[in-house]
Every structure is written in C-alpha cells, then in structure tokens.
C-alpha cells in the first residue's frame, strides 16, 4: 500500500523519537520535504497525498541517517545563514545562528564607512565573509582555511551566490600566508575545551570535523596561536571581530590586550550570553 503524507511523518516521527532525536517531529517534516521536493505548506495541506517509490526509497534513506545521528544539515547538504543557504558537508562546521552575532555587530561598527578589505580566519563554509560581503557590496574578502575540503566548499557557496568575483579563497594556517592588511577581520576558531567533548550530542562529536570545534584543555589554543599575529594586518580604523565561547571573554580579552588589541564593543547571542568581542587597535 502507498505510503501517505501523514503516515510517512508518524512512522518518521516514530523512528527518530527511539534513537533520541529530540525534535523528532520538526525533523521527520525537513527530511519528507526534502525527499518529496516539496514546501511546507504542501505537506500540511495533502495529507493523504502518496509518496511515490523513489520519493519513499530517499524518505527512508534520509530517516536511516537520522536516526544514526547525523544532522539534518549534513543529510540534506545546507544550512540557512543570515540571509543566503551555504553548502555544508562533513569538512564544515554547520553555520550556527548564535553566529550571526559577528555579522549584526560588523553591520553596526561599520554603518558610518563600509569595510573594503575583509579577512576571515577558519571560514569554513565562507557563512560569514559570503554574509559580510553580501552587506557591504564595494568591499573583497579573502577566506582561510587550513582544511582543503572546507577551502572547496567555501569557494561553490561564493559562486552559488555571486560572490565569487570579490573572494579568495586560500588553504592554510590561520593568517600565516596572507600579506597586506585589512579593515575588517573576522574569526570563528575552534574555541570548545577538550573536557567538554563528552558533554556534546552525536551529531557533534560524530559528524563535525573536529578541527572546527576542539581548542585545547580550555578552549583557548586557537586565539593563542592566531591573536598575536594580527594586530599587524589591521588596517588604521579597522577592527577585529572574534567569536567567543561561554565564559571565555576574560581569557580572551588578555590574549587581545597582550597582542596590542583594545576590547572596544562586546555582543551577546540570543541566549543572552557574551558571543563575540570586537577589538581594535590604537595606530601611533
Ligand atoms: C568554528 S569553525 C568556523 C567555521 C565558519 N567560519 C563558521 O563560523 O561557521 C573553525 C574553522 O577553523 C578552521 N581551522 C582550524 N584550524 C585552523 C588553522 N590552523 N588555520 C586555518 N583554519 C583553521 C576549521 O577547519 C574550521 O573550518
């Protein structure tokens, strides 16, 4: 017998809710709308509308590697972000809402002159100097990453969105490799505590590429490695723009002070919790 809408997402919900997918629901709609190539609406409004075979074979693929743990963002190969959808794959972070933070404050610092020259340290998708750019149109933007699988992604999204004419992207250590400097840097290192791991859901600890998460016995590895550096790449009246992780604004705010940087506005995420710092820098 044809399998309905609504017996699709019971059967769905049914299944994820045994392996411990908390938004079993939400989830089972994402994967039927996926597999079915059809919107909400639709889903809400055909009940009893049938899969078809090949609609039902992918259903239940798209379920099998939920219920495995892996995020709907990996299996359907996108995330939204700001105001595009970037490509994620198992060599990116999934672009995070509490992200968001770092382009809301970019926006606001720079509201009275537009950054023209922008570097983002980790870009992992590119999410947030593809966001940035899209924000500020008269400005190019180089991306780093140390892993190449990352670098690729990163480069589709910015042809996918026709940002491709202003970005670079290059594959290496942090700001190691790049000259010149810039009005505007951005950076989302890898900032989780190895303490933390065990505290983490599958879908994290399984299926992101560690090298976006883990930072050493307190989290802090990556701004040691790459903080110092960059008081040097900043252009006169530009600023640096980190995210943070919960807790780590002191540590941080030291590492930013010795490296010559001066904290000049903090923001918080929608929980309410500190998210990013940004720093400049007093040019003589
Ligand atoms: C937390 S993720 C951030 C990804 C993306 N910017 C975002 O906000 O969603 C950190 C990124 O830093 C990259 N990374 C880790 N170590 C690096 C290094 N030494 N040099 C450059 N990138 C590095 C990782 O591959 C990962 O893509």
């Known amino acids: 017998m044809p399998l309905t809408i609504e017996a699709a997402l019971s059967a769905g919900r049914t299944a994820l809710e045994g392996a411990g997918v908390e938004t079993s629901a939400l989830d089972a709609r994402l994967l039927l709308e996926a597999a079915m190539d059809a919107d909400t609406a639709r889903i809400v409004a055909e009940p009893d509308q049938a899969l078809d075979t090949r609609q039902e074979e992918q259903y239940r693929w798209f379920l099998e590697r939920r219920q495995n743990r892996e995020p709907i963002s990996q299996i359907l190969g996108r995330r939204a972000f700001w105001k595009d959808e970037f490509e994620v794959t198992a060599d990116t972070l999934t672009p995070r809402p509490d992200s968001e933070t770092l382009i ?57 969105l026709g940002l491709d004419s202003r970005t670079r992207i290059i594959c290496g250590n942090w700001g190691t490799a790049i000259g010149g400097v810039f009005d505007l840097i951005l950076c989302n290192p890898p900032y989780i505590a190895e303490r933390e791991r065990e505290t983490l859901p599958p879908e994290v600890t399984e299926f992101e590429p560690h090298q976006a998460l883990f930072a050493g016995v307190r989290g802090l590895d990556a701004y040691r490695a790459l903080i110092p550096g960059l008081a040097a790449k900043l252009a006169p009246g530009g600023a640096l723009i980190v995210e943070i992780g919960h807790g780590q604004g002191a540590g941080i705010g030291q590492i930013l002070m010795e490296s010559g940087f001066y904290v000049a506005a903090r923001a918080r995420d929608l929980a309410n919790r500190e998210r990013c710092l940004l720093a400049t820098v007093a040019h003589t």
């Open 104 to 160: 809301e404050l970019a926006v606001d610092h720079f509201r009275r002159g537009a950054p023209r020259r922008i570097l983002d340290l980790g870009t992992g998708t590119g999410c947030l100097l593809l966001s940035v750019l899209r924000e500020f149109p008269d400005a190019a933007g180089v991306g780093v990453d140390v892993t190449p699988g990352a670098c690729q992604a990163a480069l589709r999204n910015a042809r996918r």
